[in-house]
């Protein structure tokens, strides 16, 4: 489980990091072609980066119990 969780975990550092990068090409692009649209896409991306901030913080929560209960467990044991 805790293997699992670091794994999701790193997947939503490496979704954060392409979305931050989206979100640098589009404010540069502004200006470019449809606003409206890259508008909507970068407020899309930004909410999507808010959730994904959201996710990790939990799930770092959540597996700093497990590791702390791993632990606890191991050095329990006969």
């Given at each position: 489980?805790?293997?699992?969780?670091?794994?999701?975990?790193?997947?939503?550092?490496?979704?954060r990091?392409?979305?931050?990068?989206?979100?640098?090409?589009?404010?540069?692009?502004?200006?470019?072609?449809?606003?409206?649209?890259?508008?909507?896409?970068?407020?899309?991306?930004?909410?999507?980066?808010s959730?994904?901030a959201?996710?990790?913080?939990?799930?770092?929560?959540?597996?700093?119990?497990?590791?702390?209960?791993?632990?606890?467990?191991?050095?329990?044991?006969?």
């Amino acid at each position: 489980t805790l293997t699992d969780g670091y794994a999701y975990a790193l997947a939503l550092e490496a979704e954060r990091y392409r979305l931050e990068r989206r979100m640098s090409e589009l404010a540069g692009e502004l200006n470019d072609g449809d606003q409206e649209l890259k508008t909507k896409e970068l407020a899309q991306v930004s909410d999507r980066l808010s959730s994904n901030a959201s996710i990790l913080t939990a799930l770092r929560e959540t597996l700093t119990q497990l590791r702390a209960r791993s632990s606890a467990v191991r050095s329990n044991a006969p």
